[in-house]
């Protein structure tokens, strides 16, 4: 199964993402495209055995523009470094699996073309998320906490505070009575008063 994996990476999604433009390395695809980096990371379970190989697909986009207001500056190169977006491929490809597996008693061809039409519907998503607005956006209609500190400053760099004010609000609500919500809350109004707010 093992040498199956490596054939099915190597014949098919390795030709797959070349066709995009997409680079290899490891079992990394990505594709730098102005101020983001899109990648498709192939991830091994470490149970796998010689007749089952168990693997997920974790899909990312790293920006440049976001990176730059992180609390902490990036260290490492935007490949290796915090990807800004950040799903499992079932989040944005809904007829994918939440893992793929392989066994003795799969049909190779089958998954083959599941897989590929999954990779198709993932990477139509990613190239839809165009710039760091689409990727703060894709976080706020969610209320999502992932991000908040990146986007509250985005926002308020963009002199956008009628957004940051109604995401703050949105935050509130949902995170409001737990515990940590104060120390959220004094964050954010550290990243409010960076921007005199």
């Not at 055995?49 to 790293?62: A, D, E, G, K, Q």
């Not at 491929?89 to 597996?101: F, G, L």
């Not at 897989?115 to 198709?120: F, T």
């Not at 004010?165 to 990243?191: C, D, N, T």
């Amino acid at each position: 199964m093992q040498e199956l994996f490596t054939e099915m990476i190597t014949k098919e999604v390795k030709p797959f993402f070349s066709k995009h433009d997409y680079l290899k390395k490891d079992l990394n695809f990505y594709k730098p495209d102005d101020t983001l980096v899109y990648k498709f990371n192939f991830q091994k379970s470490k149970a796998n055995t010689w007749n089952h190989v168990l693997f997920y697909i974790n899909c990312s986009i790293h920006s440049t523009e976001l990176a730059l207001l992180q609390s902490t500056p990036p260290s490492a190169p935007p490949l290796e470094n915090k990807s800004h977006f950040t799903a499992r491929i079932r989040e944005i490809s809904p007829s994918a699996p939440d893992h793929y597996s392989l066994t003795p008693d799969i049909d190779p061809d089958q998954l083959s073309d599941e897989l590929m039409l999954h990779l198709e519907e993932a990477l139509t998503f990613m190239h839809s998320m165009t710039s760091a607005r689409a990727i703060v956006d894709y976080y706020m209609a969610r209320v999502a906490l992932h991000l908040s500190e990146e986007t509250f400053r985005f926002l308020l760099q963009a002199g956008d505070t009628e957004a940051a004010g109604q995401y703050l609000k949105q935050l509130q609500l949902k995170y409001g009575a737990e515990k940590r919500w104060a120390i959220l809350e004094k964050k954010y109004a550290g990243i409010f008063g960076e921007y005199g707010i």
